[in-house]
């Protein structure tokens, strides 16, 4: 898990993903970071301190959210990217079930 700490006293929202409310963290998925680290907006407020990531990760293992990432694409499921893992657990075992 990464550790994404909002300094600033008002939310802030990842790029397709969650909001961080003011003076928070925020844990995330490792892979559902590395999606977005790279974003400009998400740059920008790690460069001035305004958002702390930490526990990152540099050589990740693939977690139970990576392997139901998988499943679904084998499936064929089409899912928001900021779906809960146990929802899109749901998902899977409903497609499975039918």
Do not use: C
């Not at 958002?51 to 899912?79: N, T």
């Amino acid at each position: 898990m990464v550790k994404l700490e909002n300094t600033r006293p008002g939310g802030f929202g990842i790029p397709g993903g969650p909001v961080i409310a003011g003076k928070s963290i925020l844990e995330v998925e490792q892979s559902d970071w590395d999606t977005v680290k790279d974003h400009p907006v998400v740059a920008a407020w790690i460069k001035t301190e305004h958002l702390i990531v930490s526990g990152e990760d540099d050589d990740p293992k693939p977690s139970e959210r990576d392997d139901l990432k998988k499943q679904a694409a084998e499936l064929g499921l089409e899912y928001p990217k900021n779906i809960s893992t146990e929802k899109l657990k749901e998902l899977i075992d409903a497609k499975l079930a039918s």
